[in-house]
């Protein structure tokens, strides 16, 4: 097997060390001759940077790493952009998370309107990424996972359509290993599945065995009464904080309204805001979870390996449903046609949908890229709740491109979690001052 150039973009990111510890555990599927670090934060990637020289340096020192802020260092000569970056960091998650709570409205990383707020910040971001590959490593390809998965992808699909970058999202990955828990089966790739939506807003339709058992009855009985929730909640889990907890078990009522299908745990956002609304505090976010959390352990474990020189007593951890990346990356890299959920443009696949809407459905994936299945016909309903959002998307895309408050303002008014214009324009316009370094200026 051909060995690999992988460039980590957003090297800082609390999540590289646990992308790290999952290429290392899988170098005979996909084996690496270089690993480069990219961030635009020198000293928050020096931390992770130091700590994973350290741990490369005695699981597997063939592998030439370094790190480094400079895009032309980065970008040369390599095959994959494993792409993760949060413009603007935790910082202005909180914000986006603690404005709309300011006017009743929810607050979340990727949905309503701080999902629309962080999707203006990182448009730009990720197509500054796509510029250095494209100029520096013309034949490679990106694995984007940056946020908001959807809006980027709308914006990639627009503004550089003919890019080799793939968007991709863990919570179906995380939901279906739930879901083999509940079944008992060893692995989720015992089972098939067949999903259709927009990134953070879809419904698997059917799950079978090999054999091509139903497995939809057993999964259904279990999700009506305890949701995604399982009996052994693994700590190795990236999703195990309580609120996770109870996103999985919220999905129970969320269930019913389709019970035809099975829900992606983000529909609680769109379908009971009211009751997340209630169940925020405004002073402790997600964004403050997460940074007295994943954070302060990921940072702190780093400088414990950097001062020791060794990772004898580390507890970083790969992120077990992480080996989706290097699932994608072979299916690249050996054209294995790997059948995957991908967010890509919908071309009749949902025959009737937008076919320029960006949707995450199963793709079959080789060297060429991916080769979307058909999913035919959706319901109303789910059809309904689409066309809504797949509008807040396209208008955020719009507004970026066009500087446009006016579509910015319809975008918010637009989602489901915002009840009218008048509060749409309090919240946009808090957003507008506090994104001032970042968005560009509306007119
Ligand atoms: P983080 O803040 O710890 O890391 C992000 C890093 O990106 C920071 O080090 C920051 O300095 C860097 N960065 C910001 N703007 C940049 C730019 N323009 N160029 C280069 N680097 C830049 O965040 P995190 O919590 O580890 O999450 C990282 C990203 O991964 C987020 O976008 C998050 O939403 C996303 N994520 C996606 C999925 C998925 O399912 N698609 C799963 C987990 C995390
Ligand atoms: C899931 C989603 C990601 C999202 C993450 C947030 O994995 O698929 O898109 O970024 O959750 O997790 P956090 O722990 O940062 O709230
Ligand atoms: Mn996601």
């Keep these: 097997?051909?060995?690999?150039?992988?460039?980590?973009?957003?090297?800082?990111?609390?999540?590289?060390?646990?992308?790290?510890?999952?290429?290392?555990?899988?170098?005979?599927?996909?084996?690496?001759?270089?690993?480069?670090?990219?961030d635009n934060d020198a000293e928050r990637q020096e931390t992770i940077g130091k700590a994973c020289a350290i741990i490369l340096k005695e699981k597997a020192p063939d592998i030439?790493?370094?790190?480094?802020?400079?895009?032309?260092?980065?970008?040369?000569?390599?095959?994959?952009?494993?792409?993760?970056?949060?413009?603007?960091?935790?910082?202005m998650r909180e914000l986006d998370e603690k404005i709309p709570l300011k006017y009743g409205v929810l607050g979340q990383e990727t949905c309503g309107p701080g999902g629309i707020a962080y999707g203006m910040r990182s448009i730009g971001g990720v197509l500054e990424l796509l510029d250095y590959m494209e100029k520096y490593s013309p034949n490679a390809w990106m694995l984007?996972?940056?946020?908001?998965?959807?809006?980027?992808?709308?914006?990639?699909?627009?503004?550089?359509?003919?890019?080799?970058?793939?968007?991709?999202?863990?919570?179906?990955?995380?939901?279906?290993?739930?879901?083999?828990?509940i079944l008992e089966l060893e692995s989720r790739k015992e089972m098939d599945i067949r999903y259709y939506g927009l990134n953070h807003f879809g419904w698997w339709c059917d799950i079978r065995d090999k054999a091509g058992n139903?497995?939809?009855?057993?999964?259904?009985?279990?999700?009506?009464?305890?949701?995604?929730?399982?009996?052994?909640?693994?700590s190795s889990q990236q999703h195990c904080d309580a609120s996770w907890l109870d996103t999985f078990a919220k999905a129970k009522?969320?269930?019913?309204?389709?019970?035809?299908?099975?829900?992606?745990?983000?529909?609680?956002?769109?379908?009971?805001?009211?009751?997340?609304?209630?169940?925020?505090?405004?002073?402790?976010?997600?964004a403050n979870e997460v940074m007295d959390g994943r954070e302060k352990f990921v940072f702190g474990e780093c400088n414990k390996v950097i001062e020791q020189g060794s990772s004898a007593d580390c507890e970083l951890h790969t992120d077990d449903h992480a080996e989706y990346i290097v699932d994608l990356a072979r299916a690249i890299a050996y054209n294995t046609k790997e059948r995957m959920l991908l967010i890509v443009p919908n071309n009749g696949s949902i025959s009737n949908f937008n076919s320029t809407a960006m949707v995450?459905?199963?793709?079959?994936?080789?060297?060429?890229?991916?080769?979307?299945?058909?999913?035919?016909?959706?319901?109303?309903?789910?059809?309904?709740?689409?066309?809504?959002?797949?509008?807040?998307?396209?208008?955020?895309?719009?507004?970026?491109?066009?500087?446009s408050y006016q579509k910015l303002w319809q975008a918010i008014t637009l989602s489901k979690t915002v009840p009218s214009a008048s509060v749409a324009?309090?919240?946009?316009?808090?957003?507008?001052?506090?994104?001032?370094?970042?968005?560009?200026?509306l007119n």
């Design 144 to 181: 984007n996972y940056s946020n908001p998965a959807a809006i980027v992808a709308e914006a990639t699909r627009k503004l550089r359509p003919n890019a080799k970058i793939l968007n991709i999202c863990d919570m179906p990955l995380g939901i279906e290993m739930r879901m083999a828990e």
């Design 360 to 403: 995450e459905i199963p793709c079959l994936v080789g060297s060429n890229g991916p080769e979307p299945l058909s999913i035919g016909e959706i319901p109303l309903f789910q059809k309904g709740m689409m066309d809504q959002q797949v509008a807040v998307e396209k208008l955020v895309v719009e507004a970026w491109i066009e500087k």
């Design 214 to 234: 139903d497995l939809m009855p057993k999964l259904k009985e279990h999700v009506a009464k305890h949701g995604y929730v399982v009996q052994e909640e693994l």
């Design 64 to 91: 030439v790493f370094s790190y480094t802020t400079e895009p032309a260092e980065a970008f040369s000569g390599i095959d994959f952009v494993m792409a993760h970056i949060r413009v603007g960091k935790y910082a």
């Design 253 to 286: 009522d969320v269930y019913p309204l389709a019970p035809d299908t099975m829900p992606n745990t983000y529909l609680k956002y769109y379908l009971f805001p009211d009751y997340v609304v209630k169940h925020s505090n405004i002073e402790y976010t997600r």
């Design 425 to 441: 324009k309090f919240i946009l316009d808090d957003l507008i001052k506090a994104n001032k370094d970042f968005w560009p200026e």
């Design 1 to 38: 097997m051909n060995k690999h150039s992988v460039l980590i973009a957003g090297g800082g990111s609390t999540f590289t060390p646990g992308i790290v510890l999952m290429l290392l555990d899988n170098l005979d599927k996909f084996p690496i001759k270089e690993l480069k670090f990219y």
